[in-house]
């Protein structure tokens, strides 16, 4: 039987509509950008206008890194929840027997963590990018619009959730408790982060064709990644807890 | 007063193995047919050997213990799980990993649990499963099911907002939307009161009568007595099948009881040599006399009592339940193994 895209969207239509329903996934989506949007902000408007250029693009490289946690942290526990979850709630077997391929359930539950998380990130970065520009010295405003920084932003925001999606899908699909797959994913949609902090603090010289190479390797990942999680993801083992 | 028979049973009129079988075992096109599965996990043995075929339109019941591998074979049957060794035909499609979705498209399967989204309307819950199985005249289909469970006046209510039962309920919606070929009800009863119990049977019956195929496990004997064709009783491997009466006669020789008002003075010397009677027993309220046929031994029980001067309270031919059955031969399993 063929790829379909009408169950992908049953099963993105059912998690959107249970996201809406449930009050702890509103909680985490909407304190989370919060949380990490605060000190950006403040950052807009403590930065000294006068300092080197360095030392600005630093703050305001640690500024935009802190934005990049939202789309590493907000899908990281959806995707963590979305086997695990079912499974404990006995939602999964039903769904298992019905003609669903793995491929299509797989990506109906990670389209359905990828698309609040992109708008979010984005939502929240074209606040701080408006805020920027209304509000913010004229020399950290072009600071922040000038280089790569915008670029980064707006690559690494999708590369980053899918990372964390397919990750958290991947523990969730092995883990037996939905704490412990949460507390797994999150740890694991970090490590991406690390190269990002590095340009921002100016360890990694920061530059267009360096974002557009990590760009196209955290990709790879994030592909290989969809590989990996489809190749582990066990019907049998699911169900009963075992292996064949 | 039984007759012990270690192997698989094998009533008369009914087929353990056939490609062919139909609802009185009879030949023609059949819904399912299992030969020789087994499913071990590991050293584990799930069930063995298990062999049998259900014809279209028939209510197989599928009797057994907890722990037995009754819902490990459903789960099998319907390519959730794969066999170890042996063979299946699920809905005229062979059982194997390449035709899971095509065989998963044919039938529906209801797990113990009912596994509703609980944050999701009724109507939303049927939604998204009529996506899955990529159905047509979505909106047709699902007040169809509805009117089948009667819940047509709760579509918009949350899952979470209803009662065990009516979850059930919506739980078989579900499993009607794509008109199976073969639905398979995982203890559907399981966890109910007595009222939502009814509600589940009739529910069942109604289907019967609709000409559903239904694979139906409980360890509810009177359950699969009350709804079921045939049944067969699962122990690991597959201990006896066939019409309930049909167990009955096989396992249990027929019999006469005597209710008297006082015991016999002398009970050798009248129920001894009455024509057609195999053996006799005392019981607490009178005799169980082991007879070739009840109708014409009990005439003669009679006069021969009244001769004796009894005072008889009842004769009546014994009725052995299929629980009588069941835990016969889950009995004699648990005899077998503490040899």
Known sequence: MRFSWTRVGAILRKELRDYRRNRFVIVTMTMVPVAFIIAPMIQLFVANATADTAHLNTRIGLSLLYMLVIPAIVPSTLSAYSVVGEREQGTLEPVLATPIHREELLIGKALAAFVPALVIAYMVFGIFLAAAALFAHPVIASAIYAGPHVLVQLLFTPLLAGWAIWVGIAVSARSTDVRVAQQLGALASLPPLAILALMSLNVITESTALAIGLAAALLAFDLLAWRVVAAVFDRERLVTGTRR | ?339
């Open chain 2, 1 to 339: 007063m039984t007759t012990p028979q270690p192997a698989t049973h094998v009533a008369d009129g009914a087929e353990a193995i056939s490609a062919t079988a139909t609802l009185d075992g009879s030949k023609g096109e059949s819904a399912l047919v299992v030969e020789h599965l087994t499913k071990r996990f590991g050293a584990r043995v799930a069930y063995e050997d298990v062999s049998f075929a259900v014809g279209y339109g028939e209510i197989f019941g599928f009797l057994g213990p907890n722990g037995a591998g009754k819902t490990t074979t459903v789960r099998t049957l319907g390519t959730l799980i794969a066999p170890s060794s042996g063979t299946a035909i699920v809905a005229g499609i062979p059982l194997n990993a390449k035709n899971g979705p095509a065989i998963r498209s044919r039938i529906s399967l209801m797990p113990e649990a009912p596994g509703l989204y609980l944050r999701l309307t009724v109507l939303e819950n049927l939604q998204c499963f009529a996506g899955l199985y990529e159905l047509g005249d979505v909106r047709g289909r699902i007040e169809r099911a509805l009117r089948a469970v009667n819940l047509e006046d709760r579509a918009r209510d949350l899952c979470g907002s209803l009662s065990k039962g009516l979850r059930q309920r919506v739980a078989l919606a579900r499993a009607l939307l794509n008109d199976p070929a073969v639905l398979f009800l995982d203890e559907p009863t399981s966890g109910l009161d007595p009222v939502a119990t009814r509600e589940v049977y009739e529910l069942i019956a109604s289907l019967r009568e609709r000409g559903v195929t239904i694979f139906l496990t409980t360890h509810r004997l009177e359950e699969a007595e009350r709804l079921c064709h045939r049944v067969a009783i699962l122990n690991t491997t597959l201990r006896l099948i066939g019409r309930p009466d049909e167990l009955r006669k096989q396992l249990f020789r027929r019999s006469v009881d005597v209710r008297l008002r006082a015991p016999l003075d002398d009970p050798k010397a009248v129920l001894g040599t009455l024509p057609g009677v195999e053996g006799w027993e005392q019981t607490r309220s009178g005799y169980t006399l082991t007879v070739s046929d009840p109708d014409r031994a009990a005439p003669a029980l009679a006069r021969a009592l009244v001769g004796a001067g009894a005072d008889i309270l009842s004769i009546a031919e014994s009725r052995h339940s299929l629980e009588d059955v069941y835990l016969e031969l889950i009995d004699e399993d648990v005899e077998a193994k503490s040899r």
